[in-house]
């Protein structure tokens, strides 16, 4: 069955942008007769708050959207995502990063083949490795490209449907992505493709501002044998300036639209939904 989904993260209130893209998924459910399932990408609790999750229901509500019960907040699924990464180190897939923010920048700036646009590393020697571990040094779980690479023979093969199109997936965009942060224990894009799965997304639909993320998606399902779903990424909604909406601007927030006097149906109607 037809599902698709849409996943803000509490750490802001929602804004026109969030709306367009939430009525888009939310139109090809209806279209399709399928499932609409929200989503709260919550891990994060040092930029989470309860206030912009309760917002999230509330202006969605008001937007005329509905979405099944229980909603899934991964906060509550940390062990869903414990046990993936566990599986991805099993398999030699992770390394342990104990460089901080600063050393991965001056790693990739004095790259020995030119500066590098993303982080590859690697892991420490081993003896390194236990020293630091027995210093009780934090360090973030990195995915290896090359480990996935030998492990899948190579990315050639390595695709998804971005609507009718099948585009080959190009891991390397995104390095040697953060699974799990030092602080939060979990990253990203380990989270959504472990909830994609478990919530039986047949179809992710969003901005294209996550493009680039897909294809590590992608990679991330082929290692952990998960389903790949069929990928849509919309163009986002500009301002009036012609920049997107972020969510640093207050102006045009959901909330006040509403308070400014707008109905659910003129917002609607504004972005080209009724
Ligand atoms: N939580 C992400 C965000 O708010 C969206 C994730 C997704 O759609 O995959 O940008």
Redesign the pocket.
Known sequence: MFAT?????P?GFLHKGHAFSALTAFAAARATGGRFVLRI?DIDATRCRPEFEAAIYEDLGWLGLEWEEPVRRQSEHLDDYHAALGRLEADGLVYRCFRTRKEVAEAMASAPHGPMEVFRGGPLGRAEEMRRLAAGEPFAWRLSLDAAARRLGGFAGLTFMEGEARITAQPELGGDVVLARKDVGVA?HLA?VVD?ALQEITH?I??C??FE?THV?RLLQALLGLPTPIYRHHDLLLGPDGKRFAKRDRSETLRSLREGGMSAGDLRRELGFD
């Open positions: 989904r849409f996943a803000p993260s750490t990408e990203y959504v994609d992710v969003r901005g501002d996550l993320a998606q």
